[in-house]
């Protein structure tokens, strides 16, 4: 269980012994993907599950200091799972729990827009040409001061954007955040799973 997750295919988890429920299940699977995947990825925890029992988890690629996820999905036999190494967010990994705020249609996939409404789900992070990725970053990581710490992002693979990936200091889960620019060149951050913005707005840093 040691051996380091591959960057395409998978390594398999064998857990022959589990909780005595779905929530012991998935903290057994917590620490055997941190067994397996801790020489190279610090894993910071869980993102979002699906139907099929596949769980997605959040962590950082040690060698390259950049954020991955790592896809735990049921791979047959009991007990076993296959984890793979995920670079960029696309319909092949579990979407987190929410709702679209315009129409009310349950998430289904990491795409931009509402399949049902055509509302963009995701905001405006990585889409603005005017400001530049690490000014972005500031503004983010200055909007979300106090209520998450700024974990990093993730690329998605249908457009030019990124996700940012946050820990929520009152609960300490992990969540996605979505940023929506606002007027005056402004960005508010919130959290994507509820669509539901936090209060402070600010101006990304001027270039000296």
């Known amino acids: ?25 998935h903290d057994d699977l917590l620490d055997a993907v941190r067994e397996t995947a801790g020489a190279g990825f610090e894993v910071f925890g869980e993102v979002a599950r699906d139907p099929a029992g596949a769980v997605l988890y959040l962590a950082r690629d040690l060698t390259h200091a950049s954020l991955v996820a790592l896809r735990a999905a049921p791979a047959g036999p009991p007990d076993e799972y296959l984890l793979d190494v995920v670079h960029h967010l696309d319909a092949s990994v579990p979407a987190p729990d929410g709702a679209c705020a315009r129409c009310g249609a349950p998430f289904t996939d990491w795409a931009r827009f509402c399949g049902r409404c055509g509302a963009n789900v995701w905001g405006d992070a990585g889409g603005d040409a005017t400001r530049s990725r690490e000014e972005l970053a500031n503004a983010v990581q200055e909007a979300a001061r106090g209520r998450y710490e700024i974990l990093g992002e993730m690329g998605r693979a249908d457009w030019a954007g990124v996700v940012y990936f946050a820990r929520d200091l009152a609960s300490g889960r ?8 606002e007027a005056d060149q402004q960005y508010s951050v919130g959290k994507t799973n509820v669509l539901r913005r936090l209060s402070v707005s600010v101006t990304p840093p001027r270039k000296p």
């Open 174 to 181: 992990i969540v996605a955040l979505r940023v929506q620019r």
């Open 1 to 25: 269980m040691a051996e380091r997750p591959q960057q395409t295919g998978g390594t398999r988890l064998d857990l022959p012994a589990l909780g005595g429920g779905p929530e012991g299940l």
